[in-house]
């Protein structure tokens, strides 16, 4: 399940910036199932920072959506929110515009682990939306 892709990402998190919530707004994201924990702080300027305890797949999806912020920005980060929901329920097919998260839809069919994947993916939406 757990492919050499993810694994690379999984293992960037360690890199992430340390969580800074001076001057920001932030959220946390909990599965009650296995754990994990997602940490999203906005600062007044507009950068986020990221923590996250959690599975190898939550760690990789966290890292991924990290990236993508840091490479397409806010804007496009929540459209691949949206998009990556849509597509583990099954209502659609990931557009080719987000390459990004094809390593993340791969797990598709492993209903278990859908959590691991969103749960950094709706704390940034929980965190732009409110």
Not at 46 to 63: D, E, H, Q, R, Y
Not at 80 to 103: C, D, K, N, W, Y
Not at 112 to 129: D, E, K, M
Request: glycine fraction near 4%; charged fraction near 20%.
């Amino acid at each position: 399940m757990y492919d050499e892709v993810l694994r690379s990402y999984a293992n960037k998190v360690s890199e992430l910036p340390a969580l800074d919530a001076r001057d920001a707004k932030c959220i946390i994201e909990k599965s009650a199932l296995c754990g994990d924990e997602v940490t999203l702080c906005r600062s007044t300027v507009n950068t986020v920072s990221v923590k996250v305890t959690g599975c190898l797949i939550c760690k990789a999806s966290t890292a991924i959506l990290y990236e993508t912020l840091e490479r397409d920005g806010l804007e496009v980060a929540v459209a691949i929110a949206r998009t990556l929901e849509g597509a583990m329920a099954g209502e659609h097919p990931v557009r080719s515009e987000f390459p990004s998260i094809q390593a993340l839809i791969s797990l598709q069919a492993y209903r278990s682990r859908h959590g691991c994947i969103l749960l950094p993916w709706r704390a940034l939406t929980h965190l732009t939306s409110s």
